[in-house]
C-alpha cells in the first residue's frame, strides 16, 4: 500500500519499511498498520529491535531520519517488554537505560554516537512515526539470544566482507531454493548494508576478482554459506554499447566498463548474463535457476583501468599507504591515514576487512616478541584492540580478533599484568595507565616512555589493522609462556604493498560469441595467455 522503499536487513534477513510519508500516528493506530501489512507473504509488525546487529543496522539505514518512531514494546511497573514478534512477551534485553515513565516504548536514531538508538518510555496517546517490520520466523524465539555489548562488533562476520582496495562490501546470499537472474537482482537491490544500497557484483578489474576469489575460498568453518567447488553465484549482466561492454547496475543504467569481456561481431547487441563458482565464469540464460548470488554495497565508483592481459599483473590490493608482513605472527600489519576515528568505530570497521583470505581485526599483542617485532615499522599513534571492560576492577581485555576475551592486566596508577596460567605481557609504558576515566588501549610509535601502550580516552585516532589467516590463533592459552622475554630469532617486517601474481591463477578473459546455439560456452582457465572456451550443455 504504502510507497516508502523495503529493505532487506543481511544480518537476520528481515525486512524493513519506514513510512515517512505517513502522518504520525498513536501507538494504537501504528500497531493496527504494521499487522495490516504484508510483504513476500509475511506479516508485518512494529519493529523489534533484538540485538546490538540489529540496532546498528537500524541506525545505519535510516541515519538521516529525524524524530522518534514506535517500538512493538510496552512498559509497565515491573518491567519492559516485547508485545509483538517473536519474541513476544520476552523482558527487553538491551542494556539501555530507558528514561521516561509511560506505557509505551520509542527509539529514535542517536547522531552524536556511533549509529545507535535511543529508547524511552513515553504515552501512548503521542503521535511518532512508523518503522515496519516483516520478520520470516516460524514460531517463537529464546528470549535474550544474543550477546548485547554495544561497543562489541561480530554482526556480520562470516556473512559481509570490505575489501581494503576499492572500500566497497561484498556478501554471499544463499536461498532456500535455486534463483534466476531477475530475482537474484531485485532482493540484492532491497539489500542495505552501512547505509548503502546493494546490487549484484560488478567486477570491474582483476584485483577486485582476485579479491572476491579469495572471499569464495574461504574455510567453511569460518564463513557462513561456504561454497562448495561447483555452486554458482550470479553477479551482474553485460550489455553492449557502443563498441564496448558495461557491467549493469540494478536499475540497468550503465556501470563500469566491462573489461573482462573481449567484443567483436556477432556479439553487437546481446546482453549476458554471468555466473560464478569459486574459480571461473560462466553465461547463463536469465531464466536459469543456480545456487545464489553475490551482492555489492559500493561505496567506491571507481572502475579501474583497461586491463591488459600479460602473463602477470600487479595489483596494490590494499591501497593503504603502510602495509608490512611479520615473519613472526604470520600476519599483515596496515594502518591508513586517510581514517582517524574512536576505539569503537576502529574495532568495528576492521572487523569486516578480508585481505588474501585473511580476516581483519583491531591488533592484539600476547607476547614481548609480537609487538617488538612490528613497533620499528609504526609511525603514528594507533589504536590497538585492547578494552578496559571492567571498570571497577580496571581490567583490560582484548576484545578483537582471535584473542577476544582475554584478560591481560588490572590496576591504574600502573597495576599489573594478570596471571593467566603465565605472567601476560607488560606492555604499557612505566607510568601507565594511569587514568580511570582511559578505556582504550593505544600504542605508540616514539620513544616517549618507550615505544610501549597508553591508556587512552576515545578519540579520534589512526588504527592498526592485523590480518591473520582464517582469524584463527594458534596460541591455547591467553598469556603464553615467557610472554614478557624478547625474541629469541630474530624477526622482520617486510613491506607488502604490491603482489605479483600470474594470470593463469584466474580466469581468462570471456571471449564473446553467439548464444543462439543449445550448448553453452563455457570459459575455462588455461596456463597460456591465450582465452579458450570448451562446449558443454550444462548451463
Same mark, same amino acid.
Given at each position: 500500500?504504502?510507497?516508502?522503499?523495503?529493505?532487506?536487513?543481511?544480518?537476520?534477513?528481515?525486512?524493513?519499511?519506514?513510512?515517512?510519508?505517513?502522518?504520525?500516528?498513536?501507538?494504537?493506530?501504528?500497531?493496527?498498520?504494521?499487522?495490516?501489512?504484508?510483504?513476500?507473504?509475511?506479516?508485518?509488525?512494529?519493529?523489534?529491535?533484538?540485538?546490538?546487529?540489529?540496532?546498528?543496522?537500524?541506525?545505519?539505514?535510516?541515519?538521516?531520519?529525524?524524530?522518534?518512531?514506535?517500538?512493538?514494546?510496552?512498559?509497565?511497573?515491573?518491567?519492559?517488554?516485547?508485545?509483538?514478534?517473536?519474541?513476544?512477551?520476552?523482558?527487553?534485553?538491551?542494556?539501555?537505560?530507558?528514561?521516561?515513565?509511560?506505557?509505551?516504548?520509542?527509539?529514535?536514531?542517536?547522531?552524536?554516537?556511533?549509529?545507535?538508538?535511543?529508547?524511552?518510555?513515553?504515552?501512548?496517546?503521542?503521535?511518532?512515526?512508523?518503522?515496519?517490520?516483516?520478520?520470516?520466523?516460524?514460531?517463537?524465539?529464546?528470549?535474550?539470544?544474543?550477546?548485547?555489548?554495544?561497543?562489541?562488533?561480530?554482526?556480520?562476520?562470516?556473512?559481509?566482507?570490505?575489501?581494503?582496495?576499492?572500500?566497497?562490501?561484498?556478501?554471499?546470499?544463499?536461498?532456500?531454493?535455486?534463483?534466476?537472474?531477475?530475482?537474484?537482482?531485485?532482493?540484492?537491490?532491497?539489500?542495505?548494508?552501512?547505509?548503502?544500497?546493494?546490487?549484484?557484483?560488478?567486477?570491474?578489474?582483476?584485483?577486485?576478482?582476485?579479491?572476491?576469489?579469495?572471499?569464495?575460498?574461504?574455510?567453511?568453518?569460518?564463513?557462513?554459506?561456504?561454497?562448495?567447488?561447483?555452486?554458482?553465484?550470479?553477479?551482474?549482466?553485460?550489455?553492449?554499447?557502443?563498441?564496448?561492454?558495461?557491467?549493469?547496475?540494478?536499475?540497468?543504467?550503465?556501470?563500469?566498463?566491462?573489461?573482462?569481456?573481449?567484443?567483436?561481431?556477432?556479439?553487437?547487441?546481446? #546482453?549476458?548474463?554471468? =555466473?560464478? *563458482?569459486? +574459480?571461473?565464469?560462466?553465461?547463463?540464460? $536469465?531464466?536459469? %535457476?543456480?545456487? !545464489? @548470488?553475490?551482492?555489492?554495497?559500493?561505496?567506491?565508483?571507481?572502475?579501474?583501468?583497461?586491463?591488459?592481459?600479460?602473463?602477470?599483473?600487479?595489483?596494490?590490493?590494499?591501497?593503504?599507504?603502510?602495509?608490512?608482513?611479520?615473519?613472526?605472527?604470520?600476519?599483515?600489519?596496515?594502518? #591508513?591515514?586517510?581514517? =582517524?576515528? *574512536?576505539? +569503537?568505530?576502529?574495532?568495528?570497521?576492521? $572487523?569486516?576487512? %578480508?585481505?588474501? !583470505? @585473511?580476516?581483519?581485526?583491531?591488533?592484539?599483542?600476547?607476547?614481548?616478541?609480537?609487538?617488538?617485532?612490528?613497533?620499528?615499522?609504526?609511525?603514528?599513534?594507533?589504536?590497538?584492540?585492547?578494552?578496559?571492560?571492567?571498570?571497577?576492577?580496571?581490567?583490560?581485555?582484548?576484545?578483537?580478533?582471535?584473542?577476544?576475551?582475554?584478560?591481560?592486566?588490572?590496576?591504574?596508577?600502573?597495576?599489573?599484568?594478570?596471571?593467566?596460567?603465565?605472567?601476560?605481557?607488560?606492555?604499557?609504558?612505566?607510568?601507565?595507565?594511569?587514568?580511570?576515566?582511559?578505556?582504550?588501549?593505544?600504542?605508540?610509535?616514539?620513544?616517549?616512555?618507550?615505544?610501549?601502550?597508553?591508556?587512552?580516552?576515545?578519540?579520534?585516532?589512526?588504527?592498526?589493522?592485523?590480518?591473520?589467516?582464517?582469524?584463527?590463533?594458534?596460541?591455547?592459552?591467553?598469556?603464553?609462556?615467557?610472554?614478557?622475554?624478547?625474541?629469541?630469532?630474530?624477526?622482520?617486517?617486510?613491506?607488502?604493498?604490491?603482489?605479483?601474481?600470474?594470470?593463469?591463477?584466474?580466469?581468462?578473459?570471456?571471449?564473446?560469441?553467439?548464444?543462439?546455439?543449445?550448448?553453452?560456452?563455457?570459459?575455462?582457465?588455461?596456463?597460456?595467455?591465450?582465452?579458450?572456451?570448451?562446449?558443454?550443455?550444462?548451463?
Amino acid at each position: 500500500v504504502y510507497s516508502e522503499p523495503i529493505y532487506r536487513n543481511p544480518f537476520n534477513g528481515n525486512y524493513y519499511q519506514f513510512l515517512t510519508s505517513y502522518l504520525q500516528v498513536d501507538y494504537l493506530t501504528a500497531s493496527t498498520i504494521t499487522t495490516n501489512e504484508y510483504f513476500n507473504g509475511i506479516q508485518g509488525h512494529l519493529v523489534t529491535i533484538e540485538t546490538s546487529c540489529e540496532n546498528r543496522w537500524i541506525a545505519e539505514t535510516y541515519k538521516s531520519f529525524n524524530g522518534s518512531f514506535w517500538l512493538g514494546a510496552l512498559s509497565n511497573s515491573t518491567s519492559d517488554y516485547w508485545n509483538i514478534g517473536p519474541q513476544s512477551g520476552c523482558n527487553i534485553c538491551k542494556t539501555y537505560s530507558l528514561s521516561g515513565t509511560g506505557g509505551s516504548i520509542a527509539a529514535r536514531i542517536d547522531k552524536t554516537k556511533f549509529y545507535t538508538t535511543i529508547w524511552e518510555r513515553v504515552s501512548s496517546s503521542f503521535n511518532y512515526n512508523v518503522l515496519i517490520e516483516y520478520e520470516d520466523t516460524n514460531g517463537t524465539e529464546s528470549c535474550c539470544f544474543e550477546s548485547t555489548n554495544e561497543n562489541l562488533g561480530g554482526c556480520s562476520r562470516g556473512r559481509i566482507w570490505r575489501n581494503p582496495a576499492n572500500e566497497n562490501y561484498y556478501e554471499v546470499v544463499i536461498p532456500s531454493s535455486p534463483i534466476n537472474f531477475t530475482d537474484s537482482r531485485d532482493d540484492a537491490s532491497r539489500r542495505t548494508w552501512a547505509g548503502k544500497q546493494g546490487q549484484l557484483a560488478t567486477i570491474s578489474s582483476l584485483c577486485e576478482w582476485d579479491w572476491i576469489s579469495n572471499m569464495l575460498n574461504l574455510n567453511s568453518s569460518f564463513v557462513l554459506n561456504s561454497l562448495s567447488l561447483s555452486q554458482r553465484l550470479w553477479i551482474a549482466k553485460i550489455s553492449p554499447s557502443g563498441p564496448n561492454y558495461y557491467w549493469k547496475n540494478y536499475d540497468d543504467t550503465n556501470e563500469c566498463q566491462a573489461h573482462f569481456f573481449v567484443g567483436s561481431p556477432p556479439c553487437i547487441g546481446i #546482453d549476458y548474463f554471468i =555466473s560464478t *563458482t569459486k +574459480e571461473q565464469w560462466y553465461l547463463q540464460n $536469465e531464466s536459469d %535457476l543456480i545456487d !545464489g @548470488y553475490i551482492v555489492e554495497y559500493n561505496f567506491n565508483s571507481d572502475c579501474g583501468t583497461t586491463i591488459t592481459f600479460t602473463s602477470n599483473y600487479s595489483c596494490n590490493q590494499i591501497n593503504m599507504a603502510n602495509v608490512f608482513c611479520s615473519s613472526f605472527t604470520n600476519s599483515i600489519y596496515s594502518w #591508513d591515514s586517510k581514517y =582517524s576515528i *574512536t576505539w +569503537e568505530k576502529s574495532l568495528y570497521y576492521t $572487523e569486516f576487512l %578480508l585481505l588474501e !583470505g @585473511y580476516g581483519g581485526y583491531l591488533a592484539t599483542f600476547r607476547t614481548k616478541c609480537e609487538w617488538d617485532t612490528i613497533v620499528n615499522s609504526l609511525n603514528s599513534n594507533l589504536w590497538i584492540g585492547g578494552l578496559k571492560e571492567d571498570l571497577n576492577n580496571h581490567i583490560f581485555k582484548w576484545r578483537s580478533g582471535p584473542d577476544n576475551g582475554c584478560a591481560f592486566w588490572q590496576g591504574i596508577s600502573r597495576g599489573n599484568p594478570l596471571n593467566n596460567s603465565n605472567t601476560c605481557y607488560d606492555g604499557f609504558i612505566s607510568t601507565e595507565p594511569n587514568n580511570p576515566s582511559k578505556n582504550y588501549l593505544e600504542g605508540w610509535h616514539t620513544d616517549f616512555g618507550g615505544k610501549k601502550w597508553n591508556d587512552q580516552i576515545s578519540v579520534n585516532t589512526y588504527f592498526l589493522v592485523q590480518y591473520s589467516p582464517l582469524w584463527i590463533s594458534t596460541e591455547t592459552a591467553c598469556c603464553p609462556i615467557n610472554a614478557n622475554d624478547n625474541c629469541t630469532t630474530s624477526y622482520t617486517t617486510t613491506l607488502c604493498n604490491t603482489i605479483l601474481k600470474p594470470l593463469s591463477n584466474l580466469i581468462n578473459p570471456l571471449i564473446c560469441t553467439s548464444l543462439s546455439n543449445t550448448p553453452t560456452n563455457t570459459p575455462t582457465i588455461s596456463n597460456s595467455n591465450t582465452p579458450t572456451t570448451s562446449q558443454s550443455n550444462t548451463p
